[in-house]
């Protein structure tokens, strides 16, 4: 990797358990600072158990156990003096479903924020939420409907509000699981353009079934496969050359 | 090898893909040495049936075209399959200029009809044809099984095209200069033999398309040359 590139997250020797069953064994891997990188593998490896570690996510899951450590600026977010909830702020998450809350648009913004104490008023509320819509590229399509319930919008602009609700708390991290799964190719394009530009700021991380969007959107790529990290490497790599034999099946349709 | 896809369809079309460029290679092969036995023969008849065959490389490097783009646009290839789908449209754009430089045989072969040279430059020339084409079906052979020893050992070799090219080159120099009358047919002759050294380099391009294909990367740029043709006639010939 890059020398030059800060490592925004770190994850060393991540093993998850659920009961008593290990489902990763042991993950070593670094998560460069504003890059897309990509977790791929199929079904079941562990993607979305990675990701949901890099913001304690699993915590919330009855029987799961972390081991192993994961830095965020060097570090240890699973310290006991870490504010989990602060921890998710710095480290947003975007869900597979949009799964706006059953309010307004504006408040699904505003949710975040209010909780964080990040506005001192009214006026800054709007201007945290405009700029939030902006962002993540909404706003125009919903400005003059910002009271209109969030469930009232087509499913790409519920990904999208999704994203301005994640970003309105001023995350430095933005972990995605699988989030144009549910949408058609026009909404899912604008949302990889959205990743594009959103790179600029923050860091992503982004669990994807489709290969070609992974070759498209990001600049690294780690393989998983039953639970292991098979490798990793620049996206261009993965993708035209992979060094492991499980990737290359993998990426060319010839698994199992 | 590689497994199976497990859309088996994928497969049968790059099966499809890989039969065609053997059937390229067959037919290329087929028009440059029967073009050289024209001028071996002094057979302008069948000088003139090559001509009118090179065509059928045009429409075949189009289909191949036509089919690795339809490849693309559906199954959008990755790594290995990728690589071996552009490497099938680079391999048939070269097979494509081998079926040229038979016609451009064939063409010179109808022109100088009626002309002769010493026996000796013939079994000359035959040896040389046979050499690069060995080249070239042998790279051909060695994609399709791909076998990495064997695609660098076609590079290694190109080096032995280039001496017999340039010690062909100097017979008919001299030829010329004996006997200004066949100063003509010498011309196009030496353009025959420099037709059948670019086969080789054609034969080193597909080395390196298959080389890339297998590998992920391309071989290293220097190998051996001995193309020495560009010192003839200097004061001082470098050896
Ligand atoms: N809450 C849970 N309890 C028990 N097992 C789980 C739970 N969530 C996921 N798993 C198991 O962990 C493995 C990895 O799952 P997951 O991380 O969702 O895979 P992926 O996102 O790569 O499809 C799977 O075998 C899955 O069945
Ligand atoms: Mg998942």
């Known amino acids: ?256 | 090898m590689l497994t199976q896809h497990t859309v088996r369809s994928f497969d049968r079309e790059l099966d499809y893909l890989a039969k065609k460029i053997a059937e390229m290679g067959d037919h290329a092969c087929s028009i440059v040495e029967r073009s050289v036995k024209a001028i071996v023969q002094d057979d302008y008849r069948l000088a003139d049936e090559l001509i009118a065959e090179d065509v059928i490389l045009d429409k075949a490097e189009r289909e191949i075209d036509e089919k690795a783009i339809l490849v693309i646009a559906r199954r959008q290839p990755m790594a290995v399959d990728l690589r071996e789908i552009i490497g099938t449209i680079r391999i048939s754009s070269d097979l494509e200029r081998v079926g040229d430089m038979g016609k451009n045989i064939a063409k010179r072969a109808a022109v100088i009809a009626g002309t002769r040279q010493p026996s000796s430059f013939y079994s000359s020339l035959e040896a040389f044809v046979a050499l690069a084409l060995r080249q070239l079906n042998e790279v051909l052979d060695a994609y399709a099984k791909h076998s990495l020893d064997r695609i660098n050992a076609v590079r290694e070799r190109d080096g032995t095209i280039d001496a017999m090219y340039t010690s062909l080159f100097r017979e008919l120099l001299t030829y010329m200069v004996k006997d200004s009358h066949n100063i003509t047919a010498c011309t196009h002759l030496l353009f025959c033999t420099k037709n059948i050294e670019r086969i080789g380099d054609h034969a080193t391009n597909i080395a390196e398309t298959a080389h890339y294909v297998i590998t992920g990367s391309y071989p290293l740029l220097e190998r051996p040359k001995g193309d020495h043709t560009y010192e003839v006639g200097m004061r001082k010939e470098v050896s």
């Open chain 1, 1 to 256: 990797m890059n020398p030059r590139l800060k490592i925004k997250m770190c994850g060393s020797n991540v093993k998850v358990f659920y009961a008593q069953k290990e489902i990763l064994h042991g993950i070593h891997l670094d998560i460069p600072e504003n890059r897309v990188t990509a977790l791929i593998g199929p079904s079941g490896c562990g993607k979305s158990t990675f990701l949901r570690c890099l913001n304690r996510m699993n915590d919330t899951i009855e029987g799961a156990r972390v081991t192993g450590q994961i830095l965020l600026d060097e570090e240890d977010i699973y310290d006991p003096s870490v504010d989990v909830v602060e921890l998710r702020s710095r480290v947003g998450m975007v869900f597979q479903k949009p799964n706006p809350f059953p309010k307004s648009i504006y408040e699904n913004v505003a949710y975040g924020p209010r909780i964080h104490g990040l506005a001192k008023s009214r006026v800054d509320l709007d201007e945290i939420i405009e700029q939030s819509l902006l962002k993540a590229g909404l706003f125009h399509e919903v400005k003059d409907r910002l009271h209109d319930a969030g469930t009232s919008l087509s499913g790409g602009q519920q990904q999208r509000l999704c994203i301005a609700r994640a970003i309105a708390v001023r995350p430095e991290v933005i972990l995605m699981d699988e989030p144009c799964s549910a949408l058609d190719p026009i909404a899912t394009a604008r949302i990889e353009e959205l990743i594009d530009d959103l790179r600029r700021n923050y860091t992503i991380t982004i669990v994807t079934h489709s290969m070609q969007q992974a070759a498209r959107v990001s600049q690294f790529t780690a393989m998983f496969h039953m639970g292991n990290l098979v490798e990793v490497g620049t996206t261009k790599t993965i993708f035209t050359s992979p060094g492991e034999q499980r990737t290359q099946d993998y990426i060319t349709g010839r698994f199992g």
